[in-house]
């Protein structure tokens, strides 16, 4: 579904953001100009250039260009789930048992599960969104498909990059499994979980700064999915085999609570204890952290996976995201799973991540300036790719936004668009490594309205099976 071209020319921008730190991050289209040029899946100039023989012509007048998105922790097969109404209105542990739990035993036929990660990465393809990190955790022993290699070949066949957080709830060998638990639900024993990830590792895993294939080592939850001795081994094993690991961690009050109550400490400190902080770790939400975890965070170079909608919606609370910032720990976007953010697209994260934040610690919280840099190069760097920047030498990852709609109209920065107005921004073009994948609004070779009708009657199926 991609169109390949090995040279290209945009040209005319309205705007130009880098996604590079302080005022770099703007560049000055009417002093230096607002074309820029690509080859061989890299951005090879910015300024005023003129058109070269054999080289696409993309007119971006009117336009903000900007780098693709990166979004750092999503759960695709949750494209499926959206707005369930016996989930709409609970917290955190209400959603679980009314919707991932109790819908999760039936995504156990490879066509489904295809078309939840189709509709996913559409949803954040044509949001400008070129960089996908899944946390899936669809590996039950005796799962009749290749979990693993049906995402990387949807993510491939759209042209968007793939990092694989490969999830796992694993028990002891002790542990008795209940005889009628559904594939897609049983968990693993720890050298079950260890053996497939290095055998995806060998497969997939592409070490490369500017990798289309990623795996990472990724536990469902510290706390909960895995015994406490399975930690060590598991960081140890990721790191020998060249891999982040992520999770999630502090989501609600209540896991702090209980964390403390049941291990004595926070949940910061208590992966910590078992070798889980560091460059290449990070963990979606972390809603609920002290200044003493805030400045650990910092002083290991542990992530967040800032997920505001998701965390608004279930009412979780606000991450202290600029604490975090000020503190100069590393920070970068993400939607989280369709299930518990009907707006799965990268345009309205940014958005709703500019305005919580104000609304909570006041207008200087955070700068629009500072929510892009967050979601382009923040997410590359945690997730270890060369990506989320525009400058001579960068991967050609990029996303070109018409500004053309109502909400556009009187606008004075067109250059903040995509968060000032959030998906009221509409995508023209969305290049990842030097390849077209959005082209005029569409993807090349995609039936938008038979991959609704498909959704539809999964949709469907999945209510008559679980009334069943």
């Known amino acids: 579904m991609t169109s390949d071209t090995s040279a290209l020319l945009i040209r005319n921008a309205a705007a130009l953001v880098t996604g590079l730190p302080g005022a770099a991050m ?5 002093a230096l ?20 023989a054999g080289e696409r012509v993309i007119d971006a007048s009117d336009c903000v260009v900007m780098p693709g998105w990166v979004n750092t922790h999503h759960h695709l097969f949750q494209s499926l789930l959206k707005g369930i109404p016996a989930g709409i209105d609970q917290p955190l542990p209400g959603w679980l048992a009314a919707v991932p739990d109790t819908f999760r035993r039936h995504f156990d036929q490879e066509a489904l599960l295809r078309l939840a990660a189709r509709v996913g990465l559409v949803e954040l393809l044509l949001s400008g969104c070129t960089t996908v990190a899944d946390h899936q955790y669809h590996y039950g022993p005796g799962l009749p498909f290749d979990v693993s290699a049906a995402l990387f070949d949807e993510a491939a066949r759209l042209g968007l990059r793939l990092v694989l957080c490969r999830g796992t709830q694993t028990r002891r060998e002790d542990e008795v499994e209940a005889a009628d638990t559904p594939p897609a639900c049983r968990p693993e024993t720890l050298d079950q979980f260890l053996a497939s990830l290095e055998h995806d590792v060998r497969r997939f895993h592409d070490p490369a700064p500017r990798a289309m294939r990623r795996l ?10 895995v015994p406490k001795e399975h930690l060590k081994p ?4 990721a790191r020998r085999l060249g891999l982040r690991l992520h999770s999630h961690l502090s989501e609600t009050a209540d896991y702090v609570k209980w964390a403390r109550e049941v291990h004595g400490c926070t949940p910061l400190e208590f992966v910590e204890r078992h070798e889980w902080v560091g460059p290449d770790v990070w963990y979606a939400h972390m809603v609920h952290l002290s200044d003493a975890e805030i400045a ?15 965390n608004a ?20 976007l993400a939607v989280d799973g369709a299930a518990s953010n009907e707006a799965a697209d990268m345009l309205s994260e940014a958005h709703a991540a500019w305005l919580v934040h104000r609304a909570v610690g006041g207008a200087g919280a955070i700068t629009a300036e500072q929510v892009i840099g967050i979601g382009t190069a923040g997410g590359g760097r945690m997730l270890g790719l060369d990506v989320g920047t525009l400058a001579p030498g960068a991967a050609a990852d990029l996303a070109i936004y018409r500004l053309d709609r109502p909400g556009h109209f ?12 959030g998906a009221a921004t509409r995508v023209q073009t969305v290049v990842v490594q030097g390849r077209v994948v959005v082209d005029g609004g569409a993807i090349p070779g995609l039936d938008l309205d038979e991959l609704r009708r498909d959704a539809a009657r999964a949709v469907r199926a999945l209510q008559a099976a679980a009334r069943t």
């Open 216 to 225: 990472v080592s990724a536990p469902t939850t510290p706390n909960w999915s």
């Open 33 to 52: 100009g607002g074309d820029l040029r690509i080859r061989a899946g890299s951005i090879e100039a910015i300024g005023r250039l003129a058109p070269q």
């Open 234 to 237: 598991i960081a140890r094993e």
């Open 296 to 310: 650990r965070c910092a002083e290991t170079g542990t992530g967040t996976a800032h997920c505001p909608q998701s």
């Open 410 to 421: 009187g606008l004075h920065d067109p250059a903040m668009a995509p968060v000032l107005t």
């Open 313 to 332: 919606r279930l009412g979780s609370g606000v991450a202290p995201v600029p604490r975090l910032l000020a503190a100069g720990a590393p920070v970068s």
């Open 26 to 30: 703007r560049h000055d289209v009417a």
